[in-house]
Nanobody
Framework: VQLQASGGGLVQAGGSLRLSCAAS????????MNWYRQVPGKERRLVAS???????NYTDSVKGRFTISRDWPSRTTYLQMNTLKPEDTAVYYC????????WGQGTLVTVSS
């Protein structure tokens, strides 16, 4: 299983970014896809999830600002992040449980105030 995350960068507070996670080596149709984030010195925390049938779940701090989605033909999971805040600054990781715990390499999001 390979998960390739991209789309991070530097953005001003109030701005937007879209993260992408391209998956291979798994049955994308049946897996739940997750986005986590981690700040240095703190534990990695779940940000958003999307199940195989499209049900979504978000941590409270991003509800109404972030949207997770998935596209079957391209096997890509997206995280649209709007109204970004400095506290959203973190390394973002895509993740899925498929024959084990699988992680992408992380993409850095920096939100300046």
């Amino acid at each position: 299983v390979q998960l390739q995350a991209s789309g991070g960068g530097l953005v001003q507070a109030g701005g937007s970014l879209r993260l992408s996670c391209a998956a291979s080596g798994l049955n994308f149709k049946i897996t739940t896809m997750n986005w986590y984030r981690q700040v240095p010195g703190k534990e990695r925390r779940l940000v958003a999830s999307i199940t195989s049938d499209g049900s979504t779940n978000y941590t409270d701090s991003v509800k109404g600002r972030f949207t997770i989605s998935r596209d079957w033909p391209s096997r890509t999971t997206y995280l649209q992040m709007n109204t970004l805040k400095p506290e959203d600054t973190a390394v973002y990781y895509c993740n899925t449980w498929y024959r084990g715990d699988n992680w992408g390499q992380g993409t850095l999001v920096t939100v300046s105030s």
